[in-house]
């Protein structure tokens, strides 16, 4: 069994994770209004990911026999100025997520938590390729501007995006 303290910390991850979902879907929902098809796409299986993100960290607290609590989400914004700014604001979400990680790690690391600090690896590279993927769109849609057919041809291209094969565990 962990600390009470490192509970709540695991536990508010999951609020985390499943906010990053919520925000992700309602991006869908922008891009799908906005007849981007293949923005959406990319957004769905961002949603995928965060989903199973919760679930990494809700099966963990049950098998170091605590009980997971959830707490309530906040609606997300369902509007953006364009696709640019919505990316953009999915960059800064997932800096953020990967802050709130490393304050994981770290109280783990107080903690002398072992299992949760091994455990948490695998979220630490995550945040690595999170940050890369969502940077590189970011990149990419700053590089065609407002091109309409830029835009055409990028949102056919993160169209293709299907759900990544699950990365080894350590
Ligand atoms: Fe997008 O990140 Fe979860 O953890």
């Known amino acids: 069994m962990y600390t009470p303290k490192m509970h709540q910390a695991l536990n508010e991850q999951i609020h985390h994770e499943l906010e990053s979902a919520y925000i992700y879907l309602s991006m869908a929902a922008y891009f799908e209004s906005e007849n981007f098809p293949g923005f959406a796409q990319w957004m769905k299986m961002q949603f995928e990911e965060e989903m199973e993100h919760a679930f990494r960290f809700f099966d963990f607290i049950h098998s170091r026999g605590g009980q997971v609590k959830l707490l309530a989400i906040a609606e997300p ?8 700014a919505a990316f953009k604001k ?48 970011v ?12 835009l055409l041809m990028l949102d056919r291209e993160l169209a293709q995006r299907q759900p990544g094969p699950e990365k080894e565990e350590a």
């Open 77 to 84: 914004p369902d509007k953006y100025e364009s696709p640019l």
């Open 139 to 150: 990149e990419d849609i700053k590089r065609v501007q407002d091109s309409e057919h830029g």
């Open 90 to 137: 999915a960059l800064a979400h997932e800096q953020k997520i990967t802050n709130d990680i490393h304050n994981l790690y770290s109280l783990a690391t107080d903690e002398k938590d072992y299992p949760s600090l091994s455990f948490l690896q695998w979220f630490i590279d995550e945040q690595v390729e999170e940050e890369e993927n969502v940077g590189g769109v």
